[in-house]
């Protein structure tokens, strides 16, 4: 298996992967995703990576019709909206990301605890190509 670093980058070199990685402090034990270097609850400097299994549930959502920049430059806007939600990972840790697959026309019926797998998204052109974590029902 590939072997990331705590930088950044390599949060996106991992979803390139197919995979999700996170920290696990060594000291309290707390996972963050992404990777950490500094531990947010105790502030140890000493992690590890850890490897998600890109599973976990829908604990909130919105719908956005009025998009961040990005979004709108790659066709998100006030007719064609999108489901953004704090997906609760299998191993604890939250995280955002953009939900696909969903009845956007009916958030109503959403429901919390949709079960939910990670997948990817990739907009932009060859060298200009920016991959991003995004969840599908599973
Ligand atoms: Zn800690």
Excluded at 38 to 55: A, D, E, Q, R
Excluded at 68 to 94: I, Q
Excluded at 100 to 118: F, H, R, V, W
Aim: charged letters at 20%; a neutral charge.
């Amino acid at each position: 298996m590939e072997n990331y670093s705590m930088n950044s980058n390599d949060f996106f070199k991992a979803l390139e992967d197919g995979a999700l990685i996170g920290s696990r402090c060594l000291d309290c034990g707390t996972m963050a995703v992404p990777q950490r270097q500094i531990c947010s609850k105790c502030l140890s400097s000493k992690s590890k990576i850890v490897h998600y299994s890109g599973n976990g549930s829908l604990s909130a959502f919105t719908v956005i019709s009025v998009p961040s920049m990005w979004m709108s430059e790659v066709g998100y806007n006030g007719k064609n909206p999108y489901c953004v939600g704090v997906v609760a990972l299998d191993e604890g840790p939250k995280i955002s990301a953009q939900i696909l697959d969903m009845d956007i026309s009916m958030p109503e019926n959403i429901q919390i605890g949709t079960k939910l797998t990670m997948t990817t998204v990739s907009h932009g052109e060859d060298g200009n190509r920016k991959i991003h974590l995004a969840f599908k029902p599973v």
